[in-house]
């Protein structure tokens, strides 16, 4: 069974930090990795998101230079680092896994598998 489990999240406040990671089975080592977030009553938005091998990495302009992704293959693990974070970053964040090695990482509707998603409250 295909899983992806996140963790990491909480409350913290303007300016802090936190790391997320997702845990991917490891018959998705091939696959692209993201990060989407949903804030109550908005619409699911992009984050950012890494090829399979790391070699490439996509960022929304709200989180550039700010958050970084990064993955480990050999413990099935993709991570987003989250720096200087601020209010309109509350949201819940999910990992979703691509089986595409190119193309539109952005797109929700080109992943295949979704975690459950982990909270992510940043206080003013």
């Known amino acids: 069974q295909v899983q992806l489990v996140e963790s990491g999240g909480g409350l913290v406040q303007a300016g802090g930090s936190l790391r997320l990671s997702c845990v991917f089975s490891?018959?998705?080592?091939?696959?692209?990795m993201g990060w989407f977030r949903q804030a109550p009553g908005k619409e699911r938005e992009f984050v950012t998101a890494i090829t399979w091998n790391g070699g490439s990495t996509y960022y929304a302009d709200s989180v550039k230079g700010r958050f970084t992704i990064s993955r480990d293959n050999a413990k099935n693990t993709v991570f987003l680092q989250m720096n200087n974070l601020k209010p309109e970053d509350t949201a819940v964040y999910c990992c979703?896994?691509?089986?595409?090695?190119?193309?539109?990482?952005?797109?929700?509707?080109?992943?295949?598998?979704w975690g459950q998603g982990t909270q992510v409250t940043v206080s003013s």
């Open positions: 979703a896994a691509t089986k595409y090695y190119s193309g539109d990482y952005t797109q929700g509707a080109r992943y295949n598998y």
């Open positions: 490891r018959t998705l080592i091939t696959y692209g």
